[in-house]
C-alpha cells in the first residue's frame, strides 16, 4: 500500500473504504487489503466474518497494536470471549504502551466468562493509567464486580483514535523547473538530487464524530535551492453517514513557503463523499474549494479562488487493487499564468506479490487550458509511474518509485520531459 502516495485516514475500528475479500482465512492477499475487507465487515456487523478476517491479516504479514486489538473486540462481539481474551493478552503483552486498554478489555472477557476474581486484577491494573477514560472505565467495572453488586459488563474500550504517519525520502528529478531546459537563465538548474520529509497526525477527540488533521512537509533540492518548499496543513472535518453513504466536510488551511519565504495561503473547505457499490467496489466524490492569497509581493499573481470536482471508482480483490478517476479544476486568479482550467484522467493498478511486497503502476493524462493569456496556451500532460514497496513487521515500509512525464504545449518553453525516481522509508504509527 502506498501510504505516502494516497493516504487514507482510518481509525483502528474503521478503515476509510471498503474492499474485496475471497475467502475467510486467505492469506496470499495484500494485508492492508484484507484488512480493509475485515473493517468493513466489522461495520456491517458480521463479527465472525470480520474476526476471520483480521486473522488473516495478521497471517498474511500484518502487525500491530490495530491488528490484535481489532481480533480481540471481533471475537468479543460474537461471545467467544476465550479468544477475545488471548487476543487482548498479547496485546497488552507485546505493546507496553497499549497495556491498559488491554487490562481492561480483558476483565470485560474474563468477566463474560465468570472469572471475577482474574477480571478484577485486570481491571485493578487498568484503573492506573494515564488515559483518564479508561481509568474512569476500569473503576466503575471494579465497583459493578464487587462482592455487593452483580457483575454486569461493558462494551471494549476503543483505542485510541489518532494515528501518525512519518516519512522521508531521498531522490533525484531532472526537471525541477518543469520547464524546457533550453528556455531556462543561465545557472539556473534543471535538476537536482532531492530530500523530501512529511509527518501527518489525523484522528478524533475523545469519542465524537469530528476529526482533525494536522500535516507539515518540506522539500530541499542541493542543486536548486531557489525551488525549495515548506508548507503545512490544518484541516477539521465533521463526519457521519448518510443511507450508505460515507461522508465528511469541513475546512482547511494550508501555508505554502518557496525559497525560505512565504508563497501562498489557502482557506477552503472540502466536501467528501463515498459510497459501496458492492463488494469490493466503492465510488468516492470530493470537491474542493480553496480561497489563495499570497503571502508575499512578489507572488500577487496568485491571488483568486481554486475550484476541483473529482470522481473515483475503486475496486479491490484478490492480491490486486484497480483505481479510476476523472478530475476537473477551474482556477480564477490575479495572474492568467496560474488560472488554467484542467481536466484529468487517471488510472492505476496495485498488485500484491507476497505478504510483504507489492506493486503499482499508474498512468494519468492531463489537459491545461490558460485561455485568458494573451497568447492562449495549451497543455498536453501524459505521466506513468511504477511504484515498488516492501513491508516490514515493525510497521516501517520501504518505498521505490519511478515517474516519467511528457507535457506538450503550443508554447515552445513548456513543452518539457521529466524523470523523478525517489526511495522512502515511511512508518504509520
Known sequence: MTRHATLSLVTWLACAGPAA?????QTDANPSTIFASASEAFELGDYRAAASRFEAARAAGMSGPAVEYNIGVSYYRVGDYERAEEAFRALGAEYREMRSLADYNL????????????????????????DPAIAALADAMLARSSPASPASPGEPAPPSSWI??????????????????????????????????????????????????????????SDAREFDQDGM????????????????????????????????????????????????????????????????????????????????????????????????????????????????????????????????????????????????????????????????????QLLGQYRVADNASNVEPFSYDRNRLIFSLNKLF
Open 21 to 25: 475479500f475471497a475467502a475467510d482465512g
Open 233 to 396: 496543513r490544518l484541516g477539521i472535518a465533521y463526519l457521519w453517514d448518510w443511507r450508505a453513504w460515507r461522508l465528511d466536510a469541513g475546512p482547511h488551511y494550508n501555508y505554502n513557503g518557496l525559497d525560505g519565504s512565504g508563497f501562498e495561503r489557502r482557506l477552503g473547505a472540502s466536501l467528501n463523499a463515498r459510497y459501496p457499490v458492492a463488494e469490493g467496489v466503492s465510488l468516492s466524490i470530493r470537491f474542493v474549494h480553496d480561497d489563495v492569497d499570497n503571502l508575499s509581493p512578489a507572488y500577487r499573481f496568485v491571488d483568486g479562488t481554486r475550484d476541483r470536482v473529482s470522481v473515483g471508482f475503486e475496486r479491490s480483490g484478490e492480491g490486486g487493487r484497480l483505481q479510476l478517476g476523472y478530475v476537473h479544476e477551474r482556477n480564477d486568479r490575479a495572474g492568467a499564468t496560474v488560472s488554467p482550467t484542467r481536466n484529468e484522467v487517471f488510472a492505476g493498478y496495485e498488485h500484491s506479490l507476497t505478504g510483504d511486497w507489492s506493486v503499482e503502476v499508474q498512468g494519468l493524462l492531463r489537459t491545461s487550458r490558460y485561455d485568458e493569456l494573451e497568447l492562449p496556451r495549451n497543455e498536453d500532460l501524459s505521466q506513468v509511474s511504477l511504484t515498488a514497496t516492501r513491508d516490514f513487521q515493525s510497521g516501517w
Open 107 to 130: 476483565g470485560l472477557s474474563l468477566t463474560r466468562q465468570g472469572r471475577v476474581d482474574e477480571a478484577r486484577a485486570a481491571f485493578e491494573r487498568a484503573r492506573h493509567s494515564d
Open 164 to 221: 501518525k504517519l512519518f516519512d522521508v525520502a531521498l531522490g533525484y528529478d531532472d526537471n525541477v523547473a518543469l520547464l524546457e531546459e533550453a528556455s531556462l537563465p543561465a545557472g539556473l538548474s534543471t535538476d537536482s538530487p532531492l530530500l523530501e520529509v512529511f509527518g501527518l497526525v489525523s484522528g478524533r477527540p475523545g469519542d465524537s464524530s469530528v476529526r482533525v488533521d494536522a500535516s507539515a512537509y518540506l522539500v530541499r533540492y
